[in-house]
């Protein structure tokens, strides 16, 4: 018997409503471990090469595990992965701190990258399927909640990370490695409870087989987006690994809580945009992604062109490092914050509905594998004896601002939006 449309609505309320709980505490978590892990990985004494070997290997196998997932997903819902991709990156998270080594770092890392993009990709298709209509808008309001949760749990986390040194606290990293899995966990148990997938309508499968788990089958489109994204994932994650935190703490000799006060602020310029203007572009969405990439590109290669110092505007003399960051920011206030629901929106209209998480999940990790060189990259340049240490300093963020750049040229390619139906 189907459910009539009072109780479809009672549903679909539960779960919008699980979906922006969930949000709010994964963002709780997921931006401590990123703040944390690179802080933590210093204090046990690995470099920036052994960071880029944990950061290159993890990269590796989140390309080898989100292949067949998709696959899986599109067989046995979206709800098991989900809680799944939850569940395994709280474990990691949690057994991080109790290890220092970088091979059993690399192996923790090996799963946690992987399980937050499945979950992330799962997250999107979740909402396209259940309300495509509103699709663009509910996608930057729950990514914008997660975001603005990211803004608070480091903002709560710098300010208890004051007081902990203040009372001589060894080693407070871990309590904030910790304090993440936990939240994680949460949320996976919370999805588990109250979500209620919707039953999926759909002409008999033949049975999943390994083929299908590592099969590329894309439309032309998704193969545009695809190759788009891993130019700009290998630009990204050149400054967005562990070298974000340590080029602001050796370049302009920020402390460890003005790290995770810089990491609130980035997530909360991300998170103003796409809760107050993620919906907003409904015409035209290659040629804004386009130009937004551009901005984005620009704005993070600055601050490799801003030195250490005093800078004097006006009557006010400010320290060089808040300058420089208020200048970074407008890399995502004026970049990813307002062209990631464009691009979500794209790959939903350009993959086939009988086959959409597989497209879209083996689309993004095939475009992660941009992240597999960048760490090394990275760690290369900073390292690069070929250099002198404040050149090679500045490297990972210019060569990163010039590869987001590059990854608008590919979307040429993308087919306009009155071809978009007949795209295949």
């Not at 401590?32 to 802080?39: H, K, S």
């Not at 993890?58 to 046995?76: F, H, I, P, Y």
């Not at 701190?97 to 992330?120: I, W």
């Not at 760490?375 to 004896?385: E, Q, S």
């Amino acid at each position: 018997m189907q459910p009539d449309s009072g109780e479809k609505a009672q549903a679909d309320r539960r779960n919008l409503a699980t979906l922006f709980t969930v949000s709010m505490l994964i963002g709780l978590g997921v931006a401590v471990y990123d703040t944390a892990l690179p802080l933590y990985l210093k204090e046990v004494g690995l470099d920036w090469r052994a960071m880029g070997a944990i950061y290159g290997v993890a990269a590796v196998a989140t390309v080898l595990m989100r292949v067949g997932v998709g696959a899986w997903s599109d067989r046995v819902g979206r709800k098991v992965v989900y809680v799944g991709s939850l569940v395994a990156t709280s474990l990691a998270t949690f057994l991080t701190p109790l290890f220092g080594g970088a091979v059993m770092q690399g192996t923790l890392k090996s799963v946690t990258d992987p399980t937050t993009r499945v979950r992330e990709a799962i997250h999107s298709v979740l909402l396209y399927e259940s309300w495509p209509r509103t699709f663009q808008r509910l996608f930057s309001k729950t990514r914008g909640v997660e975001y603005l949760c990211h803004f608070l749990g480091l903002l709560m986390s710098a300010a208890l990370l004051g007081w902990m040194v203040r009372a001589g606290v060894q080693g407070p990293q871990r309590w904030f490695l910790a304090g993440a899995a936990t939240l994680l966990l949460l949320s996976g148990l919370i999805f588990a409870a109250f979500f209620r997938e919707r039953p999926r309508e759909e002409a008999p499968r033949e049975a999943l087989t390994w083929r299908h788990m590592v099969r590329l089958r894309l439309t032309r489109p998704m193969w545009v987006l695809t190759v788009s994204n891993f130019i700009f994932t290998l630009g990204i994650t050149i400054s967005h690994s562990f070298a974000l935190q340590l080029f602001f703490k050796e370049k302009y000799g920020a402390c460890d809580a003005a790290i995770f006060t810089l990491g609130a602020l980035h997530r909360l310029s991300s998170g103003l945009t796409l809760l107050f203007l993620g919906h907003l572009f409904q015409r035209k969405l290659r040629n804004w992604w386009m130009l937004l990439l551009v901005s984005e590109g620009v704005f993070i290669a600055a601050p490799s062109f801003m030195p250490p110092g005093t800078y004097h505007i006006g009557a006010l003399a400010l320290p060089a490092l808040w300058v420089s960051v208020g200048v970074w920011l407008a890399h995502d206030f004026m970049g990813m914050g307002l062209w990631l629901p464009i691009q979500q929106v794209l790959m939903q209209r350009h993959s086939r509905p009988e086959s959409r998480a597989e497209e879209i999940i083996v689309s993004t990790a095939l475009g992660a594998l941009g992240a597999v060189p960048a760490p090394f990259i990275a760690g290369w340049l900073r390292d690069a004896a070929w250099l002198e240490s404040g050149t090679a300093l500045n490297m990972p963020f210019l060569a990163s601002g010039i590869g987001v750049a590059l990854s608008a040229l590919v979307l040429l390619w993308l087919p306009k939006e009155r071809d978009a139906e007949h795209a295949t």
